[in-house]
């Protein structure tokens, strides 16, 4: 029988590469996989000439490799590859890595496994993250999500053993955001990181050359249920006094967003700087609560996750 494939069979590992696209093997896992999607496009060209209302032939053009991967927080290795920088603490558990915007992104190794009767493995090298989205809705754990693109991929029939991670993931109950006063009434709140990843092509290749970083931008969203005028206030003017739009001084606010397992000692802390909410709103329903959307940009993060991993053992 026709062996099918589910879930159950998956698993992505990744691992750091030392020159952008050469392979390397693929070690770490990131977190506990939810789901994870892979598109390869050829770009194919089309080639039309008089005297025929059909296509003339069709060649080969520029090959697209892009991965989304959705997990469970566990650990900050998709975190680290997406701002570039991460310095590492503690000489036993707990450890912690602060990852904060670098000039540039890692590239890594992903690999893509199917276990069973006959495996099927596809390795994508030259990955990057060119966008991740950190984020807790009431009642769920944190989670992540990243878009990945790849320079190119190979696949064969020998996948790698499945790693799952024992970590703890982080429930809503442990989660909290601050912004000069702690937010009451949290129901959401989620953090974007986007490299804005270029793909630099060149004539003689049929894959691109680099993934060049772009300009990186930071976006954020907290909704909350309405209790009192002071997230409006700071939108109207970046402070918690403000009653109407203020024109001359508009100051920027930090935020604090804590998961913390604090029995466990494992945690996701992110502190955005020159924080500002780029729009509000408050949907009022009959029968049902208020609820305020605040989106917002920043202008830097520093994110510290503490779990039980060595800084020796983060990529090798």
């Known amino acids: 029988m026709t062996e099918v494939y589910s879930g159950a069979n998956a698993n992505v590992l990744i691992g750091w590469e030392t020159t952008y696209g050469s392979a390397e093997a693929t070690t770490k896992d990131v977190g506990i996989i939810q789901d994870v999607s892979v598109s390869s496009i050829n770009e194919a060209i089309e080639s039309r000439g008089m005297s025929s209302r059909d296509i003339d032939s069709i060649s080969m053009g520029m090959w697209r490799h892009s991965i989304t991967v959705n997990c469970q927080y566990q650990h900050a290795r998709l ?9 590492h603490g503690g000489t036993s558990d707990p450890y912690t890595h602060t990852c904060t915007g670098g000039a540039s992104v890692n590239s890594f190794t992903l690999a893509l496994g199917l276990n069973g009767t006959a495996d099927d493995d596809m390795r994508f090298d030259g990955c990057k993250v060119n966008s991740l989205t950190i984020a807790q809705n009431l009642g769920e754990p944190l ?4 878009e990945i693109y790849a320079q190119s991929v190979i696949t064969d029939t020998s996948a790698e053993t499945a790693i799952v991670d024992t970590l703890p993931i982080i429930p809503s109950g ?15 709140w989620e953090i974007t990181i986007n490299n804005n990843l270029i ?13 060049v970083e772009g300009n990186r931008e930071y976006a954020g969203k907290i909704t909350k249920a309405y209790t009192d005028i002071k997230e409006r206030s700071r939108f109207l003017g970046g402070s918690n006094s403000e009653t109407a739009p203020d024109t001359t001084d508009f100051a920027g606010f930090t935020t604090v967003i804590t998961a913390d397992i604090a029995a466990s000692s494992r945690s996701l802390v992110s502190t955005l700087t020159d924080c500002h909410y780029t729009d509000y709103s408050r949907p009022t ?8 959307d605040l989106p917002f940009k920043f202008r830097t993060a520093s994110i510290v996750g503490e779990d039980d991993i060595a800084g020796g053992s983060w990529e090798a």
């Open 143 to 146: 989670t992540l999500s990243a």
């Open 79 to 87: 975190i680290d590859l997406a701002l570039g920088t991460v310095n």
């Open 174 to 188: 442990y989660s909290s955001v601050d912004t000069g006063d702690a937010i009451s009434q949290l129901r959401a």
């Open 285 to 292: 329903t009959v029968g049902d609560i208020i609820v305020e």
């Open 199 to 211: 793909k630099a092509d060149r004539i003689g290749s049929f894959e691109h050359e680099q993934l």
